[in-house]
């Protein structure tokens, strides 16, 4: 009897180890598809968050940094799980550089529960204090920057298409017109 009692709470012990949350850390870790080299930004949005981040890459031109963005599912008390959806993209521009993306959740029935834009970039000239973006409306909003070693990146939620830099002076400089 005692035996089948060990081997019922050692079962339990194993079982409850097993369903323990995922933590964010090692989702962005073990579940991202590419090689995270820096955690840029974690943007709360309804059910997780938007990820900044970079990303080591190369080409057929040799290696260097992208940024991107991912969908996390969750939270720290039900766990994380990546919603992705794994790509990025490079481009160069000597002042800003500027990327939009959509993510799309749905629910086991395949109902929209949540529609997420985002619109990100790395601002590459030293010139630039400030960046506005706009969608359709062409209303410019201020961005958010964050500061790191790696570098100053902006990011903003919602349906932005531009983005464009500002000198201290509040001179335009490196908007994505073209």
């Not at 009897?1 to 369903?19: D, F, G, Q, S």
């Not at 080591?56 to 599912?73: C, P, S, Y």
């Not at 919602?158 to 002076?169: H, K, P, T």
């Given at each position: 009897?005692?035996?089948?009692?060990?081997?019922?709470?050692?079962?339990?012990?194993?079982?409850?180890?097993?369903?323990?949350?995922?933590?964010?850390?090692?989702?962005?870790?073990?579940?991202?598809?590419?090689?995270?080299?820096e955690?840029?930004?974690?943007?709360?949005?309804?059910?997780?968050?938007?990820?900044?981040?970079?990303t080591?890459?190369?080409?057929?031109?040799?290696?260097?940094?992208?940024?991107?963005?991912?969908?996390?599912?969750g939270?720290?008390?039900?766990?994380?799980?990546?919603?992705?959806?794994?790509?990025?993209?490079?481009?160069?521009?000597?002042?800003?550089?500027?990327?939009?993306?959509?993510?799309?959740?749905?629910?086991?029935?395949?109902?929209?529960?949540?529609?997420?834009?985002?619109?990100?970039?790395?601002?590459?000239?030293?010139?630039?204090?400030?960046?506005?973006?706009?969608?359709?409306?062409?209303?410019?909003?201020?961005?958010?920057?964050?500061?790191?070693?790696?570098?100053?990146?902006?990011?903003?939620?919602?349906?932005?298409?531009?983005?464009?830099?500002?000198?201290?002076?509040?001179?335009?400089?490196?908007?994505?017109?073209?």
């Open positions: 009897m005692e035996k089948k009692v060990m081997a019922l709470l050692m079962m339990c012990a194993l079982l409850l180890v097993a369903c323990r949350p995922v933590p964010m850390n090692k989702v962005i870790k073990e579940d991202i598809p590419f090689n995270v080299q955690v840029i930004h974690t943007e709360k949005v309804k059910d997780g968050v938007i990820l900044l981040y970079a080591r890459q190369k080409n057929k031109h040799g290696e260097f940094d992208a940024i991107t963005v991912a969908f996390l599912k939270n720290d008390e039900d766990g994380w799980e990546n919603a992705g959806h794994n790509h990025w993209e490079h481009e160069e521009n000597e002042l800003l550089t500027t990327y939009t993306d959509v993510f799309y959740d749905y629910d086991h029935k395949g109902n929209l529960e949540n529609r997420i834009p985002v619109i990100y970039g790395k601002i590459e000239s030293k010139d630039i204090k400030s960046v506005e973006v706009s969608g359709k409306d062409e209303k410019l909003e201020k961005s958010h920057i964050i500061e790191k070693g790696s570098g100053r990146y902006f990011f903003k939620l919602g349906d932005y298409e531009i983005a464009r830099g500002l000198s201290s002076d509040g001179k335009a400089m490196g908007d994505n017109l073209e």
